[in-house]
Structure formats: C-alpha cells, structure tokens
C-alpha cells in the first residue's frame, strides 16, 4: 500500500488545498490533540468540523481542510495518523471526487425594496427562511464553500447583520464506504 | 536511477491482528463491570491497588518517583508490598531522566510516580527529552480529586492539557473501571512503535475507589496498532540499488538501539556481508562496533570528516531508524545532493520530513534488515572489491586528514586538554566490559562521543533531541540500578553538571557508586564557542561564575571527591576513581580556550566542516547560520 505519492522536486512551492477526513474516537481531548498538532507543528488549517457519527462505537469524524506544499500535507497526514485515538486518515482531495458542505445562517435586517430583494436572491440560491420578523429574516443555505460565499457577498449591500458558518462536511463519491 | 521516484513511501503491510470480533470481545472484558462475565471473573482493588498490581505486570520492577499530597494512596500502596522497588529522587525531572536512563540501558520501559501540580510540571522537561529520543516511559502523576478538578485546588494543574504536546499519549482517568485498561494500554503505547512517553494523570479520589482488576491482554489495544512488517517487494528494491552502489553508506540512528541488540546484530550481519562504511548518529552510537575498521565514527554537526564528507558524496545512502535532524544535516538543500536516498523507519511522519527520499520504507528497522539480508542471500549478491574500491580510497583520504587529532603537552605540569582526559578515560576502562556512559548536554558531550568506543548498543545514554542540561547525573543513577555491578560513567560539564546536583543525594542514599568526570574549563562551552564563532567573542554570560568546590560538595553528601590540575595527576585521579565504591565526583581541570571540532556551523553544508580554530566560515554562511540554533 503506497500511502504517499510521490513528491517531486518541481511541486515543492506550489501550495494545495486539501480536504482531509478522521475518524477518531470521541473522548475527552482528543480535538485538542488535532488542533494542538496543528498550531504546534506550525500547519494551516483552513476550515474544522467535528461530529459523532457512530455512538456505539463512540466514533466522531473530524473534517478538515489545510494548505501547505505537497511535502507539508503529507507530513500533517502523517502526524494526524500518529495521534493515539485517530484511526483513520483520509485525504479526499487525493482519492479522487468527492462532495464536500456547509451549512450557513445569516440575518439580513432591512425593510421596503432591500428586503424583497433579499428574499429574491435567497429563492435564486434555495436559501430557505427559518425566522422572519417585520424587519428582518433569517435565511439557512447549504452549498459548498464557494456558493456560500457568493450568497453571503451578495447579502452585504441588502442588510446583512451576522453570519454562522459550520465549516465543510465531506464525503467521497462511489459506492464505497470510509474503510476501517 | 535517472527515472527516479522521488518520495516513494510504502507503508507497512496490514497487521492481521485488528480484526473487529478481537475489539468487541476487549471492550467487554477490560471495561469490567459492564459485562456479566467481566464482573465474575475481574478482582475488586482499590485504584492505587490496581496501579501497583499493572505496573508488576507489566514487568516493572523499579519506579522512579517523589510523594506528595495528590499520590499519597499510591505510597501507601507502595508502602504496603515488596515486589515493586520504588527510587526517592531529589526533583522530578530527575525522575524522568532517571526513568530514561534505566529504560536506554535495558530495553524496557521505565516508570515515574509523581505528585499533582508542581510534581507534574517539573516532570515536563523529562517528559519532552523521552519524546524527542524516542525513550518509553510511563509517567504516573497524582491529580486533585475529581470534583475539585477545574477549580484552581490547591497543588491543581490542567496536566492531561500542559503533557498534550510532550507525550506519546496521555490519559486522565476519571472512571476506575477503566483503570486496569489504561495502566495496560499506556505500557503499549509507550514501547510500541516509534517509542515514546506516556501519562496516566490520576485524581486522588479514584486512587481510593474500588474497581475490577484485569491482567493485561495481547489484543486488547485496538487503539493503537502500529505496523511493524515492512513491505517486502520495497525492500527487494533496496537490496537491488545497495548492491549495485559504488559509493554506499548506512546511515544508522537510535531507531537501531530502540528495536533492540537483535536489530544491531542484524545491522552487523548485513554491513558486513555489503563491505559497506557505516556512521551512526549521537543516538545511534553503539548499534555498530566504534572500533570496527567499516564504522566512520559518529555524523553530524561535531562529526567525522571522513562520515560527513561519505554522506555528502555517497551514491546509495541507507538511512536505518534515523530521521535526518538538523544537526545531521546541516545545510538541508545542499544536504547529499546526488545520492538515492533508503529510509526504513518505523514512524511514517519520520519519512519524508525534512529530507525527501527516494524509497521510504514503514516499518521495524531490525525486521527490514533481517528480510534484506534474506533477499541478499537468496539472490546470491556479492560486492566485488572492485565495485567500491575507489569509495575506499576516498574514505582513506579523508581519514588521513585526522580531524580529531588535538595537541596535548605532556609535561605533568601542563594543563589537560578535554580530549586527552577522555582519552586516559578510555584507556582505563577499554577492558572493562561493563561500561556505561552517560552524559550532559554541551562541549563534553560532543568530546565523549568522538573519543569513547561505543561497540554495544544500550551503553550510551544522552540526551539529543532535546538537549537537556542536568540529564547525565540521573541518567546514570537510572542505569545504575538497572546494572548495579557495571561501571556507569557520567561526563559532565561544570555547568551542565549544577542543574541536577541535588541527585548526589540519591545516589548516596542507595549507595550507587556513580562517576561523575567533570570536564571542568569554567565556561559554558558550547555556548562560548558559538559566541566566539558567531557573535564577534562578546562573551555574553557563558563564565561560570562562582563555581562550588566540587570535592568538598560531594565530600558533603557524603561521596568521594577528586581533582586532576595537571596531566601529571590525571592517571593516578581516574585509576582511584575506578576504584570507589560511592558516588565519585572526578573534577577535571581542563583547558578554558578549547574548542569542539570539527564542526558544520549552522547553515553550512557537509563539505564545508571547520576542522579547527584557524579555519574560517564564508561570511555567507556565517550570516545565514546566525539565526539556526
């Protein structure tokens, strides 16, 4: 099994963005021990999601998106799989397609002409309303990054006041399951 | 080789251990109490009980360790049986290094028992220095008890959060039926794979608690699995471009000396049947013969001009359980620019770090290298003389430029050089066969691995990564109780030697006949060295000032002190050292001005090594090594 593909000489400036899924046990701590990795080790982290998606087993899955040179990102793969309680280490952007999402919620303040653009724009982007009042909504989006970013620009003139994102979730595409 | 690979890393093949029926069947047993037949079959102990009885099972037979308020249960335990020995230290980073010391002398893992709080925080430095050399160690710390936990108590320290970075693995046990599990588990994750330190933080409470005892199990540890069988195929590879190589050089490293004497032996076997120059790192010395005729001496910053200039030129480097430090490297773009670059380790993350290799191989050095030898068997390969005829010569060359060689005036009222002190050192105990050396960090350090034969693995404790002042004494108190009839041998700076002098209290108390040879020149030397290389000779607070009577101190704890002025009194002082049966403290007075050569300034490359004081660094690199450490 070749774990790392080969780095060559040419690629090792280029900085890559790479989408990388863990599947570690949810204990204390064990969060701190992958952020503490990054900041530690002087990495960039881009985007971190963690979430328990088996409680029989008590197994969380972390999704996190970094940048660094080919050389870095395989070393972050390498330290994030000698962390104790992380079984498993999976880099998306190198296996091949995958879907990644984010969930955001943003409150746009507003009355008259800027309000009803707002919730033309949301129904362009299928941005559902979860809260209204006579001033103001709040819509929720899911897309990938990029998709919530354009909506989010396009808000800032109509009356945007705050934003929560949750960061990217991702999935490899196929028939086959993350494996153990 | 010009259709090279850059970066090839083949991991391991999959251990067939992990299978999921094995994982079930554990969680019921070693959780206990959940499962019926866990309740029937596991014992009731109290916490510190259960500690005491995993650390015998785990084949500890000595811990390392200081009381205090949050481990009193455990001392009480400890108090209350005979089969584990426990070892009062004077400060707990001696502990640790103590720990260290015993567990590099003998392969096992070493143990520490300390307090909550300012117990666990002096711990730390001891802590770090066994992660970065790759040392197992199993740290217990007592912790406030659970529901005091987050309220600033009193000898309170978030110690599972400040241990995070400088371990291994760490737990805080919060639930005593997973107590036995832990205890077992930490010993697991400390000796396998790349080894490391581990802490067990335990609040005071759960030490009185009651809970269900298991014995350790093999499949238990589903947790953590390192591969330990290397790729086949890739080794039939490497074997392929080493006997093909012209200019071939192993690169060995402590990873040889954690994999144990089967591992260098292994390592022996194969050099030999190559015919290949070997070199080891700091951490490496010992996996094979100093004093073999195919062994360059050790590599590196304060190395060898004939091992760094072999690793600059060589064709074919294999790098066997050494990570390519910046201490071995020097200069990392200029590092051995033309060669294929083998690296067998054990940890993925160590392939591929700093230098990109070729091949990367995961998994156990020793193992590699016995599956290579197989290969080279069976494929019938043999190096004609010819083939590395050339290589030799170079070798041959370089040798003879002596990069070792000091002037020493031998008049008995002439001031001792450092070299020469070691080197009667080393004329005394040559026939010895149970030496041990420890050493400090600094100029000393870098002496002692240059001029004492290290021919057997385990018999060379320093601390590399971590460079940690204070190490030998403890160290040396550690491997002394491990091997209570060998001569154990702590070289020391004056300085080095006053940041854990509190352990002369130790080993008066368990009657450990430790030497302790100061190489004493009244500075900081190797920071002297660097101010006079680097920072224009503005001494900057590198004098030792106000210096102890180092004879009159051990003399007041009740050890035997010595001092050797002149060359004439430098035999007589080492013979008599030889002789005592207590802590010797041998204060050597050596000469102020020498300096550590040969020497690859910071952000020079291999060939660019100064070999003495006369010799001048580019004014490039001399700029661009200021900033490296």
């Not at chain 2, 009193?154 to 039926?177: M, S």
């Not at chain 2, 040798?399 to 002190?421: F, G, N, W």
Request: glycine share 8%.
């Amino acid at each position: 099994m070749v774990i790392a593909k080969a780095v060559k000489h040419s690629k090792q400036d280029v900085q890559e963005t790479h989408t990388i899924s863990l599947i570690v046990d949810n204990e204390p701590g064990v969060l701190a021990r992958v952020i503490g990795l990054f900041s530690g080790r002087g990495y960039n982290i881009d985007s971190l999601t963690a979430a328990e998606i088996d409680p029989d087993t008590k197994q969380t899955r972390i999704t996190l998106m970094c940048t660094g040179t080919p050389m870095v990102i395989e070393q972050i793969k390498n330290q994030l799989g000698r962390v104790v309680p992380v079984h498993k280490v999976l880099d998306l952007t190198e296996e091949g397609a995958f879907i990644d999402r984010e969930l955001a919620l943003l409150k746009v303040s507003g009355k008259g002409d800027k309000r009803i653009e707002a919730l033309r724009i949301a129904d362009i982007f299928r941005a559902r309303v979860v809260d209204s009042t006579l001033e103001s909504f709040v819509f929720e989006i899911t897309g990938d990054s990029g998709k919530i970013t354009a909506f989010i620009d396009l808000m800032k003139p109509l009356g945007l006041v705050e934003i929560a994102r949750t960061g990217v979730a991702a999935i490899a595409r196929g028939k086959d399951g993350i494996a153990e | 080789m010009n259709a090279r690979h850059k970066g090839q890393t083949i991991t391991a093949e999959k251990s067939d251990k992990a299978d999921k029926s094995g994982q079930t069947d554990c969680a019921d047993n070693c959780h206990g109490t959940e499962s019926a037949g866990g309740k029937k079959t596991a014992k009731m102990m109290t916490g510190a009980d259960i500690v005491i009885q995993a650390l015998v099972d785990q084949g500890v037979e000595v811990i390392f360790g200081y009381p205090g308020g949050a481990v009193l249960p455990l001392y009480d335990a400890l108090f209350k049986q005979s089969k584990l020995r426990h070892i009062l230290v004077r400060h707990e980073q001696a502990a640790v290094h103590a720990a260290e010391g015993y567990a590099r002398s003998t392969g096992k893992v070493g143990a520490v028992l300390v307090t909550s709080g300012p117990g666990a925080t002096n711990a730390v430095t001891g802590l770090t220095d066994a992660l970065l050399d790759s040392i197992p160690v199993v740290c217990i710390t007592g912790q406030v008890p659970t529901f005091l936990i987050g309220n600033d108590a009193f000898q309170e320290a978030d110690t599972t959060g400040i241990t995070r970075p400088c371990t291994k693995h760490n737990y805080l046990v919060k639930d005593i039926n997973k107590l036995a599990h832990v205890m077992h588990e930490a010993f697991h994750v400390a000796r396998s794979g790349r080894p490391g330190p581990v802490v067990v933080d335990l609040p005071k409470d759960v030490q009185f608690q009651k809970g269900p005892y298991k014995k350790p199990c093999t499949d238990c540890y589903k947790v953590y699995q390192p591969k330990t069988e290397p790729d086949r195929a890739a080794l039939e590879q490497a074997v392929d471009i080493i006997a093909a190589a012209k200019r071939p050089i192993f690169y060995t490293g402590g990873g040889l000396i954690n994999s144990g004497t089967k591992a260098c032996e292994a390592l022996q076997r194969f050099a030999k049947m190559t015919g290949y120059p070997v070199t080891s790192t700091l951490m490496g010395l010992g996996c094979y013969p100093m004093t073999d005729k195919q062994h360059l001496g050790m590599l590196g910053m304060h190395g060898t001009v004939e091992a760094n200039h072999a690793m600059h030129d060589c064709d074919v480097m294999i790098a066997l359980g050494a990570r390519f430090d910046d201490r071995v490297t020097g200069r990392m773009d200029a590092f051995s620019p033309d060669s294929y670059k083998i690296q067998v380790d054990i940890d993925p993350s160590s392939i591929n770090k700093n230098i990109p290799v070729d091949l990367g191989i995961v998994g156990d050095v020793g193992r590699a290298i016995e599956i290579m030898t197989e290969i080279w068997v069976a494929k019938k390969y043999s190096v004609p003389k010819a083939q590395t005829a050339d290589w030799w010569e170079s070798i041959k060359q370089w040798r003879a430029i002596k990069c070792l060689s000091y002037t020493q005036s031998k008049k008995p009222d002439d001031v001792i050089k450092p070299q020469y002190a070691l080197e009667r050192l080393r004329h005394f105990t040559q026939d010895k066969d149970n030496v041990y050396i420890t050493t400090e960090v600094g100029q000393h350090q870098m002496w002692a691995a240059q001029f004492l034969p290290f021919d057997k693995p385990n018999r060379w404790m320093t601390s590399g990564g971590l460079g940690t002042m204070g190490y030998g004494l403890p160290a040396a108190i550690g491997t002394q109780i491990a091997h209570p009839n060998a001569l154990v041998i702590d070289v020391a700076g004056e300085a080095s030697i006053q940041m854990n002098i509190q352990e002369i209290s130790t080993a008066i108390q368990y009657r450990l006949p430790v030497k302790v040879f100061i190489l004493n020149n009244q500075w900081m030397g190797m920071v002297r060295q660097w101010q006079e290389l680097m920072h224009g000779e503005r001494y900057s607070e590198s004098y030792s000032e106000a210096l102890p009577d180092f004879v009159k101190l051990v003399e007041a704890y009740g050890g035997v002190g010595l001092r050797a002025r002149t060359v004439g009194e430098l035999d007589d002082v080492i013979q008599t050292m030889l002789t005592t049966d207590r802590i010797t403290i041998v204060d050597v007075c050596v000469d102020q001005r020498e300096n550590c050569f040969p020497m690859i300034p910071s952000g020079a490359a291999h060939n660019e090594m100064l070999l003495g004081p006369d010799d001048e660094q580019s004014e490039h690199n001399k700029r661009k090594g200021k900033v490296l450490v």
